[in-house]
């Protein structure tokens, strides 16, 4: 249950993420990446503050990470076209 409970906050923080991309279009690459790396870390927080382990928050948040990633480039690949 505790899984899935941050798996949404992640889900939220995420798309959090997107929209802030989407405003701040001029920012340069290392600007994105600080970015990136910010709500990535929040992400983690989150985790580790709900499941109480910090192995297990840091395998969640890589993967919820990843996934994020990965759809995400799906989704631009596709709307490109």
């Known amino acids: 249950m ?3 409970l941050v798996t949404a ?3 939220v923080i995420w ?3 997107v929209i802030v991309l989407s405003l701040s279009q001029r920012d340069r690459l290392y600007a994105k990446i600080a970015l990136f790396l910010m709500f990535l870390y ?3 927080v989150v985790a580790h503050y709900i ?3 910090r192995k297990v928050a840091i395998i ?3 993967r919820n990470s990843a996934l ?3 759809v995400q480039q799906v ?3 596709f709307y490109r076209l």
Do not use: A, E, P
């Open 15 to 17: 798309m959090s993420f």
């Open 75 to 77: 989704i631009s690949l």
């Open 60 to 62: 969640f948040t890589l």
């Open 42 to 44: 929040f992400c983690y």
């Open 51 to 53: 499941l109480q382990r």
């Open 2 to 4: 505790k899984g899935v």
């Open 68 to 70: 994020f990633l990965l």
């Open 9 to 11: 906050f992640h889900t």
